[in-house]
């Protein structure tokens, strides 16, 4: 029998990966969602503003909740209370107390809790977990840049206190290196650039340590100024000397120079997959890795000013909008 799921936050990316998962997973079925714009979702039976109210429904078994992180721990500690599953979108909460707490109740209440890491599940991603194990990485770089006003346009959340800023995608890169390496590496160095109009950085440099190979080299640089093609890389090189290169943010492989895997983005029906396994099993999953590297960066990081940053480019800024229609996209 399919599970009965709700969708919990009706943004982008809700609407644009999360909906077409579960509608394409035969363990689920879709039943109602919950979104404070009133978004509704076509075919979906039941659509609430409140999502008490969904979580009062007997015949929910689980929920995807895919709000800003700002209010995650509260949806999220209600509905393990009501005797939901839930799942959780990256990054999982605002902080790691918060997560902690959140795998504290799921424990009482024998509910499945998953924090999602969605780029772990690209194929290349594995691939090269089994490559590198139990090799010792001697130089990392991770090269993780993008278009802000491309993918987050209007979403004020992001910038906000909270919000994280360039780590909300930047995670996805911490995720994959959680994944991947053969063994620990802590943040010894960051460096966070803050736009002066915001509260969130738009950049970051990272250095990281490992104590493995004497003179390593590893570091993930971060940016959200970005514009034309997309970068999502992460190039290492062994101690032996192998030279792995993840790009397409983990969809393609590349060992030694030969490609090795080379297959379209599978993250979200991957999460689901997994998630349908979890709740079978009856057991939770969260991997606090990325999250500790996230929050060890603002923990050490050296805060650099920059430019105020507007979402849109200042000649788009300069045009009146259009009269009609509400001129904000979707969170």
Not at 43 to 66: F, K
Request: aromatic fraction near 6%.
């Amino acid at each position: 029998m399919a599970h009965r799921i709700g969708i919990i936050g009706l943004g982008k990316i809700a609407q644009d990966q999360h909906v077409p998962a579960i509608r394409a997973n035969p363990a689920f079925a879709l039943v109602a969602t919950s979104s404070t714009r009133a978004v509704t979702i076509p075919g979906v039976p039941v659509a609430h503003t409140e999502y008490h109210d969904m979580l009062a429904m007997p015949d929910l078994d689980a929920v995807a909740i895919c709000t800003p992180p700002q209010v995650r721990h509260a949806i999220a500690r209600d509905a393990l209370l009501a005797g939901k599953h839930a799942l959780l979108e990256k990054p999982p909460a605002a902080t790691l107390s918060e997560l902690a707490d959140l795998q504290r109740i799921a424990a009482a209440e024998g509910r499945v809790l998953f924090a999602t890491w969605h780029a772990q599940f690209n194929a290349g991603v594995e691939a090269a977990r089994t490559a590198l194990a139990g090799q010792a990485v001697k130089n990392l770089l991770v090269t993780w840049k993008e278009d802000v006003r491309r993918w987050h346009p209007g979403q004020d959340w992001i910038w906000q206190a909270g919000g994280f800023g360039v780590f909300d995608p930047g995670i996805n890169a911490l995720s994959i290196l959680a994944r991947i390496l053969p063994h620990p590496i802590f943040v010894r160095r960051a460096d966070l650039q803050f736009p002066a109009n915001k509260d969130a950085p738009i950049a970051a440099d990272l250095e990281f340590g490992s104590d493995r190979v004497p003179g390593e080299t590893l570091r993930a640089v971060l940016d959200w100024r970005q514009t034309g093609p997309q970068t999502w890389d992460v190039a290492v090189e062994t101690a032996g000397g192998t030279k792995l290169t993840l790009s397409g943010g983990g969809t393609r492989l590349a060992i030694d120079g030969k490609v090795v895997v080379d297959e379209p983005e599978a993250e979200y029906p991957g999460i689901y997959r997994r998630f349908g396994q979890l709740l079978d099993e009856g057991r939770s999953e969260v991997d606090e890795t990325p999250f500790r590297h996230l929050a060890d960066a603002f923990m050490i990081g050296r805060r650099i000013m920059v430019e105020a940053f507007e979402d849109a480019p200042a000649e788009e800024l300069r045009t009146p909008p259009p009269s009609s229609g509400s001129g904000a996209p979707p969170r």
